[in-house]
C-alpha cells in the first residue's frame, strides 16, 4: 500500500506542474499587454514599461514561471487581480465554496438517482422499467445541462414559483444577511442547480451501473454462490452489488472535472458567483492573474480528489495495488 501510495503521490506531482506549465505558456499567449492591464488603458509608455520591471515582465519567461512556481509553492500566493490589485487568492477563496456546493451536492444527487435506477434495470432487463431507464439515459446523453437548466428555472422558479430563479445563501448564517442564511435557505437555492446538473451527468451513470451488474450477475463467483445456497439476498448484497459498484467510484473521481466544467453553465444560469463565474467575468476584463489562478486551483482540485479516490478503491480493491 506504501509503494502504491508513493506512485500516486508522484504522480499527481507530475500532473501538478504540467497544469502549471500550460497555464503559465498560455497566459503569455494571449494577445493583451499584461503591463498596460496592470496600468491601465491610459498609462503612459514610461508608467506601462514601470509596470513591466515591477511585474517582472521583462525577465526570460523560464524565470518568470520559476517566480511563480516559488511564490504557489511556498507562499500559496496565486499573484494579485490587474483591474483592482486585489488578492487572488481572496477571489478563489470567496467563489471557491459556491461551486463546491454546486458540485458536490450534484454528485450526491446523481448516486441517488443513478445507482436505484441503474440496480433495478439490470435486475429487469427488457421490461418497462428498463425501457424508461434507457429513454432516460439517451435523453441524459444527448441534453446540454445548461439547457436543462433554463428549462427548470421557467417551470419550477418563473411560472409555479417553488424555487428561487437565482442567487445563492450561504449555508451559514451571516448576520449581515437577515433574511438569506442558514442550511435550509441554503437548500432551496441550490436545489434547481443541483437537479439542473445532476440529471444530464445521472443518465451516464444508470447506463454504466446496469451494465455492470448485469456483468457482474453471469460471473462464475455469483453462480457458485447460488449453487451453495446462499439466499438470493445475500448473493445481491455481498456478490453481485459489492463487486458492480467499485468501478463506480473511479468513474466518480474521473467526472468531477466534468461536473466542474458543466457547472460554469449552470453558475451563469442562476447567477451563482462561484469559479466559473469569477473566471468568466476576469476573460471579460482581461484579467488574466485571475483566469490563471481559477484555472490552477481547479486542476489541483481535480487532482486530489482523483488522488483520494485511487487510494479509496485501493483500500476497498486490494488487488489494484498490483497494477
Not at 106 to 133: Q, T, Y
Not at 251 to 278: H, Q, S
Amino acid at each position: 500500500m506504501v509503494q502504491y501510495l508513493v506512485r500516486r503521490l508522484l504522480w499527481a506531482v507530475v500532473l501538478f506542474l504540467a497544469v502549471t506549465i500550460v497555464t503559465y505558456v498560455i497566459f503569455f499567449l494571449v494577445p493583451a499587454n499584461p503591463a498596460r492591464l496592470a496600468a491601465g488603458q491610459a498609462a503612459t509608455p514610461e508608467r506601462v514599461a514601470l509596470v513591466e520591471e515591477r511585474l517582472g515582465l521583462n525577465d526570460p519567461i523560464y524565470e518568470q514561471y520559476w517566480g511563480f512556481l516559488k511564490r504557489l509553492v511556498f507562499d500559496g500566493s496565486l499573484g494579485e487581480s490587474f483591474v483592482d490589485r486585489s488578492s487572488v487568492n481572496d477571489e478563489i477563496f470567496r467563489a471557491a465554496p459556491i461551486t463546491a456546493s454546486l458540485v458536490f451536492g450534484a454528485m450526491i444527487l446523481v448516486l441517488v438517482i443513478s445507482v436505484p435506477i441503474g440496480i433495478l434495470s439490470a435486475l429487469r432487463p427488457r421490461s418497462v422499467l428498463d425501457r424508461v431507464a434507457m429513454t432516460y439515459v439517451l435523453l441524459g446523453i444527448s441534453l446540454p445541462s445548461f439547457w436543462v437548466a433554463l428549462v427548470l428555472s421557467y417551470i419550477f422558479g418563473f411560472k409555479l414559483g417553488w424555487t428561487p430563479i437565482a442567487g445563492y445563501c450561504e449555508v451559514v448564517s451571516v448576520p449581515q444577511a437577515a433574511n438569506c442564511g442558514g442550511f435550509g435557505d441554503w437548500a432551496y437555492h441550490m436545489v434547481l442547480p443541483w437537479l439542473a446538473l445532476a440529471i444530464v451527468q445521472a443518465g451516464i451513470y444508470v447506463r454504466f451501473v446496469r451494465a455492470e451488474v448485469m456483468d457482474t450477475m453471469t460471473q462464475d463467483y455469483v453462480r457458485t454462490a447460488r449453487a451453495k445456497g446462499a439466499p438470493e439476498r445475500k448473493v445481491m448484497k455481498d456478490h453481485i452489488l459489492r463487486n458492480a459498484l467499485l468501478p463506480v467510484i473511479t468513474i466518480l473521481g474521473m467526472d468531477i472535472g466534468l461536473l466542474l466544467g458543466g457547472a460554469i453553465f449552470i453558475e451563469t444560469v442562476f447567477g451563482l458567483n462561484g469559479l466559473g463565474g469569477t473566471a468568466i467575468r476576469s476573460i471579460g476584463q482581461f484579467d488574466l492573474p485571475v483566469l490563471q489562478g481559477v484555472v490552477i486551483f481547479g486542476a489541483v482540485a481535480i487532482i486530489l480528489f482523483t488522488l483520494i479516490v485511487d487510494l479509496v478503491y485501493a483500500w476497498v480493491d486490494p488487488r489494484i495495488r498490483l497494477t
